[in-house]
Nanobody
């Protein structure tokens, strides 16, 4: 079992940056693969980025490649999403998720409560 708490969202102008954090708690939190998803109003929840438990493997949605970077600090049980060159279409609620592997992040049911990111034009 793992609990996830996101933070770092807010309002930023287009072209700006934000860093989201996801703190994981639980005895084996550092052994989980982690990911970020986002959901805009009226839209489905979409994959953004994922990272393996070791941090050695990362994946990104095409829409964020080159702008977003996922990383983790297992000593702090925290995963980060550095978002640069933000666009209005990045506006969404961002959710952190965990899974036993990258392939199971979206299906294991471990989700945070979400943090709102709003990018103004």
């Amino acid at each position: 079992q793992v609990q996830l708490v996101e933070s770092g969202g807010g309002l930023v102008q287009a072209g700006g940056s934000l860093r989201l954090s996801c703190a994981a708690s639980g005895r084996t939190a550092s052994s989980y693969a982690m990911g970020w998803f986002r959901q805009a109003p009226g839209e489905e929840r979409d994959f953004v980025a994922a990272i393996s438990w070791s941090g050695g493997t990362t994946y990104y949605a095409d829409s964020v490649k080159g702008r977003f970077t996922i990383s983790r600090d297992n000593a702090k049980n925290t995963v980060y999403l550095q978002m640069n060159s933000l666009k209005p279409e990045d506006t969404a609620v961002y959710y952190c998720a965990a899974g036993s592997s990258i392939a199971t992040i979206a299906t294991m049911g471990y989700w945070g409560q979400g943090t709102q990111v709003t990018v103004s034009s």
